[in-house]
């Protein structure tokens, strides 16, 4: 079983930055894709970015160029730098893990899911 924690969330205006951590337990995550993902209330779940060995990524329209996401693989844990944040970024971000080797952006794909944490961007 893996458990997986974010920390991070918080408020910040538009333009700011904030840094999402996840850190995962349970087994060793070097193998498996990790990945953010975001909704709002009466929303479906949306990717936002992903990340596998040893360092491919794949991010959502809507955020590249202003997202990044990182690991540290040794330690379990996957990272969210947000920069030029909007409002319409507001979401609960979640991270998760798909045991598959190939990044996947249908959240079906991933078994392993955090609880989120809250991202709120004022205008």
């Known amino acids: 079983q893996v458990q997986l924690v974010e920390t991070g969330g918080g408020l910040v205006q538009a333009g700011g930055s904030l840094r999402l951590s996840c850190a995962g337990s349970?087994?060793?995550?070097?193998?498996?894709?990790m990945a953010w993902f975001r909704q709002v209330p009466g929303k479906e779940r949306e990717f936002v970015a992903a990340m596998r060995w040893p360092l491919t990524t794949t991010y959502a329209d809507s955020v590249k160029d202003r997202f990044t996401i990182s690991r540290e693989y040794q330690r379990n844990k996957v990272y969210l730098q947000m920069n030029s944040l909007k409002p319409e970024d507001t979401a609960v971000y979640s991270c998760a893990v798909d045991l598959g080797g190939e990044i996947r952006t249908h959240a079906s794909a991933y078994v392993y899911w955090g609880q989120g944490t809250q991202v709120t961007v004022s205008s």
């Open positions: 349970g087994r060793t995550l070097a193998r498996a894709v």
